[in-house]
């Protein structure tokens, strides 16, 4: 484009968009235009076109009520970001060739592909994987996971499982910590589905998901994992929670106990629920009467644990046995049946670190928390890669185990 041409071009564009640039902002009683448009040194109250190749040396800036904007060829405090544009004009090559370069296309040849190569480690350029995934009909290529305590072995392997599968496809793994708030949960999942991600792996708190029905129903995946959705209609992996508490107090009836003592987290979440409702089926099968004086519940921590264990053992008739309802319950009432050297048997749902080291016999109720994640991941993206089949219920084995040194 010659010079003169720029300038008709611009006249045209000056004349078109007069009225637009010329309006004025109510909010002030000036009555001053909102925005005035110069290039080079002659005003153009307009909005101006991006330059095209070959246009050097063109500087357009902007004035709004009394501010300057820096715009195409000035200079800012921060730089601007090299594109595709900038790559090819520095290699020297079409925008194609480095397009076709970024994207590992093939029939490009070597000479190209190191020019580009180099020119994209000069720039410092970065491709913008937000619009490469639109095209590709992908979003973000993201997922998201939302956990209840990432503190917890048990999650952090979940999260390590599912960020290893979600980079062997090409995504990144977005990991959220519910802390069993029902409505943080809610406002977590809310943002994530606001990030656009592809698809959400939620353990979750709550009790109802019939918010993330319409995400479902546009499209968006999601699995739940170690409990259940309420009210939704989703994909779901799980534990055979009752099954393997039932095993559990079955072992401890058949080595002679009767009085068992039974440590719980809360019976708002549904494993709990569960592991109980096992509990007292063996309970029932063995003719045993439930005792609710040898449940104890909301014992969250090792040292809630121990501190339930000691005032049960305190009592008149005390337990002769203890089934501790996960991983964390279990160890603190270990410690503390050590630390009185009591001969009280133990059973705990979850397998843990050292458990074999223990100075003293644990039964634990075992499973494998990698297959739980991996199931769960993989069920995710054929999800995401288009499969539309009913959502369905896996239900995966527990076993038990024994732990720590015998006496």
Request: glycine content about 6%.
């Amino acid at each position: 484009m010659t010079a003169a041409d720029l300038e008709t071009a611009l006249s045209v564009l000056e004349k078109f968009c007069q009225p637009l640039a010329g309006a004025t902002n109510p909010r002030r009683r000036s009555g001053r235009p909102r925005w005035s448009f110069t290039w080079n040194t002659r005003p153009f109250p307009a909005i101006w076109p991006a330059p095209g190749p070959g246009i050097v040396g063109l500087v357009i800036t902007a004035e709004r009520e009394g501010r300057r904007m820096p715009r195409t060829g000035t200079s800012s405090t921060t730089p601007r970001r090299p594109t595709m544009v900038d790559v090819a004009r520095h290699a020297g090559v079409s925008l194609k060739t480095v397009s076709r370069v970024v994207n590992n296309e093939p029939a490009v040849a070597q000479a190209l592909v190191d020019r580009v190569l180099s020119a994209i480690a000069e720039l410092g350029f970065r491709r913008n994987d937000i619009a490469r995934n639109l095209r590709s009909g992908r979003l973000n290529a993201t997922v998201g996971l939302l956990i209840e305590e990432i503190a917890n072995p048990f999650y952090a392997t979940i999260a390590s499982v599912a960020a290893e599968i979600a980079a062997d496809h090409q995504t990144l793994l977005m990991t959220a910590s519910s802390e069993e708030d029902v409505e943080r949960e809610r406002t977590l999942l809310v943002e994530l589905c606001q990030r656009r991600v592809d698809g959400l792996l939620v353990v979750p708190a709550g009790q109802d998901h019939s918010y993330l029905r319409r995400e479902v129903e546009m499209g968006m995946s999601v699995v739940f994992l170690d409990r259940p959705p309420g009210a939704l209609e989703a994909d779901t992996v799980l534990l055979d929670n009752r099954g393997g508490a039932q095993a559990a107090v079955d072992r401890l009836l058949a080595d002679g106990h009767t009085r068992i003592g039974i440590l719980i987290d809360s019976l708002a979440v549904y494993t709990m629920r569960e592991r109980l409702a096992g509990a007292r089926d063996a309970l029932a099968a063995a003719s045993v009467r439930y005792d609710e004086r040898l449940i104890r519940e909301h014992v969250k921590t090792p040292g809630d644990a121990a501190r339930a264990v000691t005032q049960m053992l305190d009592q008149a008739d005390p337990p002769t046995a203890f089934f501790g309802t996960n991983n964390r319950i279990t160890v603190g009432a270990l410690q503390e049946l050590y630390r009185r050297g009591s001969d009280a048997a133990l059973v705990g749902f979850d397998d843990f670190e050292l458990s074999h080291l223990m100075p003293r016999p644990v039964t634990v109720i075992a499973y494998d928390t990698r297959e739980l994640a991996r199931t769960a991941t993989e069920l995710l993206f054929q999800r995401i890669n288009g499969d539309r089949s009913r959502p369905a219920t896996t239900v995966l084995p527990t076993r038990l185990v024994d732990r720590g040194i015998s006496r």
